[in-house]
């Protein structure tokens, strides 16, 4: 089959009734939509099948070397959309449908999106294996097929209530469950130590609990190719589900207590860990999936080669943030215990294999475990992480010498915890940093004891999106637009979106693509005025912040500044001012008080602001309840300002402010994470920047010499904004339920330093600079050359590019054409 080859509308609505007969016993117009949606899922899968089976042929043919992408998250959105616009299938898809009488976005509204990230993290891993396949790289995404998800967030009297996200509840329409490849994973016990005649030892785990684990395979179809690479998620089930000697004996909960232990591993993803049983799910989880994904891997290897020294040439293991890095360890448990590898063979071959991307500066999260625990759930896993360490020591200690403190502060295991990132950089032949800034700050402040013995490890892959989802499939007028201007290639070479910064001198141009944005704030009017009842003005300025709850993500910056404005606005009903609707989503952990806190004061703030007559329409405020992706793209079309304004030094990269720039939105932001390049890209022109630089925030923490109370002083607009907090304007019947968050601004709280993110140190910076966006807005002619500048010059962040950067420069994977 040639990739381009095109099924006719006639042939999918034959498949589509087909399906709906063979399954449903149903007609067209008998079925329901979920039904019609199945049968229009397994039309498309159809189409893909073929492909797959031919892509995994070849790879086996060829031998080639395969990169498994090792993540918890992987935050995939809707699977039919996606496909359908990798097919290149749309028009016929949605005509046939349309000739059946059935509307097609209705269907893609259908799909519930899978449950399986949070944020960023699980949003990259995602857009990677898109442009995976679109390159031609051989690859698998191995994660964990959670049942509930991370939670459904409904907001009930304004604060967060989780509620499992049930997104299998009605069948799960493109996985493939295959059983054959079903791998045992242990916990807990004892080693036993075994010596051998020729005077080796060989260890044995005894006395454990285990599970299965169940792979799930999910096509991940390339743009308009052939090749189909694979997400790998991985389901818990029992050995033995059901224990009929005890339910004869009446014990019913004994008799299914196994296939309860099992399912919980693979029920939640980031199941609070306040608690240790919280924490020890979390690392049972983490080393569920990497123990299957490698266990399968290395039988596979082994089944065409014998010799171990040539893994690293035909696997990469990538390790997607420290959640994975147990990776390291179990590699080297395999090569030693299962296929009788001498370790120094097996740890050149472990280094050589496994490569670490650290996603956070923060140095908290920098994941460690008590080694109570670690060492009593994985008990084999920590004797090799001891002698892993015991090694690296004495590496420091030639190295350095007698120098306690320092080699205390660089071990892997010390004070009574096993630090996994620094497990992953030792393990690995590869660290990267997800962004310029974020690079440089690795080598220089949170790693540099590391990067100054292993400076050749370090690097940096700069984040990217792709622009498949995020502008083809999810802003389709736009894509048109830039098709008819200067034709196609972008879809699978962003680059060519410098040819449209010519037209921002064209008028004709900017009106098209200014009103192309009105219309996406159109239908975002219309949706959100159909799911909350609120009615927005298009004409508005639609500032967004959508992103995970998080205290250094500053979003109370931003409802401070609405709180501001709200005063303001009421004292000066005269000024100048375009009408602005402040649109809010996101998730927070379900065990993070104060940043649902934050989630309760903004929709609390809405309360006020949406119902003050004295307003006039000049305000509005909505927090988007449940983010998710198939949110994301009705949001990000829509938005005329991005909110990137985290803590300088705080945010790795970020990838939302990519979706934003590429989809003509103007980002304000501070000088963090990738904001830095996309200031490059796109010029001081055209782009808002406030607040201190990474160095300044940094400085000042280590000098501890702020004092939040001076700004609070001496900056009436800052103590109207701290005295709104406490003075019951917006908590109504709970007068105190926000003095949490005017304490931790002035005098600390809980154990934080007071205004630990800064917020009121670049408060006035942020005025500023939002009265520059207001100012930029009303000239009509300005915003849409800034609009247009945006998106033309987003083609360094496609995630393309980062992905050929990471075949190139850490896995030296090449590319696999599929013939059919």
């Not at 893994?311 to 296929?339: G, I, S, W």
């Not at 602005?580 to 309360?607: E, P, T």
Request: hydrophobic fraction near 40%; glycine fraction near 6%.
């Amino acid at each position: 089959m040639d990739p381009l080859k095109m099924i006719t509308k006639d042939e999918i609505k034959e498949r589509i009734d087909e399906y709906l007969r063979t399954f449903y016993r149903k007609s067209k117009d008998s079925a329901s939509i979920l039904q019609i949606y199945n049968a229009v899922a397994f039309a498309v899968k159809e189409l893909v099948s073929e492909k797959w089976m031919t892509t995994h042929k070849i790879y086996n043919e060829q031998e080639v070397k395969t990169v498994y992408y090792l993540s918890m998250e992987f935050l995939m959105g809707r699977f039919l959309g996606n496909t359908i616009i990798n097919l290149g299938q749309y028009e016929e898809i949605s005509t046939a449908l349309s000739e059946l009488g059935v509307d097609y976005k209705a269907i893609e509204e259908t799909e519930r999106d899978p449950g399986l990230g949070n944020g960023g993290l699980g949003r990259l891993a995602a857009c990677f294996l898109d442009s995976l396949s679109t390159l031609g790289f051989p690859a698998y995404g191995c994660g964990i097929r959670y049942h509930a998800g991370i939670f459904e967030q409904r907001i009930e009297k304004g604060y967060q209530v989780e509620y499992p996200d049930n997104w299998l509840s009605e069948g799960d329409a493109w996985g493939v469950k295959r059983n054959e490849y079903a791998k045992e994973v242990k916990f807990g016990g004892n080693v036993a130590t075994y010596k051998l005649d020729d005077g080796r030892y060989r260890f044995k785990m005894e006395n454990y609990s285990s599970v299965l684990a169940v792979p799930y395979d999910y096509p991940i179809l390339g743009y308009k190719t052939n090749t189909v690479n694979t997400l790998r998620l991985w389901d818990a089930e029992a050995k033995d589900p059901f224990n009929l000697k005890a339910f004869n004996e009446g014990n019913y909960q004994r008799a299914l207590e196994d296939q309860n232990l099992a399912y919980v591993i693979s029920e939640v993803l980031y199941p609070a860990d306040e608690f240790i049983a919280g924490k020890e799910l979390r690392l049972k989880q983490q080393y569920f999936f990497i123990s299957a994904t490698l266990q399968r891997v290395l039988q596979h290897y082994h089944q065409h080669y014998d010799d171990w020294s040539l893994l690293p040439d035909k696997v990469q293991f990538q390790l997607n943030d420290t959640h994975p890095t147990v990776a390291v360890a179990e590699l080297m448990r395999l090569l030693l215990d299962e296929y009788w590898i001498e370790w120094d063979l097996a740890w050149e071959i472990t280094q050589k294999t496994c490569a670490y991307t650290n996603h956070t500066i923060m140095s908290e999260a920098l994941e460690k475990w008590p080694i109570e625990l670690f060492s009593r759930l994985l008990p084999r896993i920590y004797m090799i992480v001891e002698e892993i360490n015991k090694r690296f020591c004495a590496k420091l200690i030639n190295r350095y010498g007698n120098a306690p403190d320092k080699i205390r502060r660089m071990a892997i295991i010390a004070d009574g915890q096993v630090r996994m990132a620094y497990l992953a950089i030792e393990g690995s032949h590869s660290v990267n940093g997800v962004a310029a800034i974020h690079s440089e700050i690795l080598k220089t402040q949170e790693l540099k004891d590391f990067y100054e013995i292993y400076p050749e490890k370090f690097n940096n892959k700069t984040n990217g999106i792709t622009q498949r989802r995020w502008l083809a499939h999810s802003n389709p007028r736009l894509a048109g637009l830039i098709t008819d201007t200067i034709g196609d290639a972008w879809i699978t070479d962003l680059d060519q979106l410098k040819q449209l910064m010519p037209y921002r001198e064209d008028s004709s141009f900017r009106e098209k693509f200014m009103q192309i944005k009105r219309q996406n704030k159109v239908d975002l009017a219309n949706y959100i005025y159909s799911t909350k009842g609120i009615e927005i003005d298009p004409d508005a300025i639609f500032d967004i912040q959508v992103k995970r709850l998080h205290e250094y993500k500053r979003q109370l910056l931003n409802v401070f500044h609405i709180l501001y404005l709200h005063n303001e606005l009421r004292l000066n009903p005269e000024r100048e001012f375009q009408p602005q609707v402040f649109i809010f989503g996101a998730k927070a952990s379900a065990s993070y008080h104060r940043a649902k806190l934050i989630i309760k004061l903004i929709n609390a703030v809405a309360d006020v602001v949406n119902n003050d007559r004295c307003l006039e329409g000049k305000l509005k405020v909505l927090f988007m309840e449940n983010y998710r992706v198939s949110l994301a793209e009705k949001l990000i079309p829509a938005a005329d300002v991005s909110e990137q304004i985290s803590t300088a030094g705080k945010e790795a990269s970020g990838t939302g402010n990519m979706k934003f720039m590429l989809n003509g939105a103007v980002t304000i932001g501070t000088l963090d994470g990738a904001n830095v390049e996309i200031k490059e890209e796109v010029g001081d022109e055209n782009i808002f920047i406030f607040g201190m630089t990474a160095d300044e925030a940094i400085n000042l923490s280590r000098m501890g010499n702020y004092k939040p109370w001076d700004l609070y002083n001496l900056n009436g607009d800052i103590r109207h904004v701290l005295t709104t907090l406490i003075n019951g304007a917006i908590a109504g019947k709970e007068p105190d339920i926000f003095r949490e968050l005017y304490e931790a601004m002035l005098n600390g709280y809980g154990g934080s330093r007071p205004d630990e993110y800064f917020i009121l140190k670049d408060f006035e910076s942020y005025q500023e600079a939002q009265c520059r966006v207001n100012e930029a807005y009303r000239d009509e002619e300005r915003w849409a050359k800034m609009a247009v500048a945006n998106t033309a010059s987003s083609g360094k962040f496609s995630s393309d590019r980062t992905i050929l950067e990471y075949a190139r420069d850490v896995w030296e994977l090449k590319q696999v054409p599929i013939n059919m």
